[in-house]
C-alpha cells in the first residue's frame, strides 16, 4: 500500500520561508515522479512543482518559479519544497503526489497525501 506523509507546514510571515517534507512508502520511489499542489480556499487543486525519478528534471508553476524549490532524497524515500520568499497568496493546504508520469495535471497522479496547511500572513 502506498502512504504519502506530508510535514513541515505552519505559520509564517509574508517574506519567510518554510520546508516541506513527504516521506513515502509502498512502492520503489524512484521509478516515480513527485508532484506537489496546493488548494486554497474556495480555489480548485494547483500544480506547484514536480520533480523525475532521478531529480535531474523539474518544473515549476510560473507563480513560484524563482521561489520554490523541488528536490528529492531517493535513499529516504523523500520528497522536499524549499518555499522562499512566502507570499500571503501563497496560503493553501499543499499535497504531495506520486505518478507514473511527467505531468502537471493531478489527475494523472495516483497516490496523495493527506496535506499540510501553510498559512503566510501579511
Known amino acids: 500500500q502506498v502512504q504519502l506523509v506530508e510535514s513541515g507546514g505552519g505559520l509564517v510571515k509574508a517574506g519567510g520561508s518554510l520546508r516541506l517534507s513527504c516521506a513515502a512508502s509502498g512502492r520503489t520511489f524512484s521509478n516515480y515522479v513527485m508532484g506537489w499542489f496546493r488548494q486554497a480556499p474556495g480555489k480548485e487543486r494547483e500544480f506547484v512543482a514536480r520533480?523525475?525519478?532521478?531529480?535531474?528534471?523539474?518544473s515549476y508553476a510560473d507563480s513560484v518559479k524563482g521561489r520554490f524549490i523541488i528536490s528529492r532524497d531517493n535513499a529516504k524515500n523523500t520528497v522536499y519544497l524549499q518555499m522562499n520568499s512566502l507570499k500571503p497568496e501563497d496560503t493553501a493546504v499543499y499535497y504531495c503526489?506520486?505518478?507514473?508520469?511527467?505531468?502537471?495535471?493531478?489527475?494523472?497522479?495516483?497516490?496523495w497525501g493527506q496535506g499540510t496547511q501553510v498559512t503566510v500572513s501579511s
Open positions: 520533480i523525475d525519478g532521478s531529480g535531474g528534471a523539474t
Open positions: 503526489a506520486t505518478g507514473p508520469g511527467w505531468s502537471t495535471n493531478s489527475g494523472h497522479y495516483d497516490y
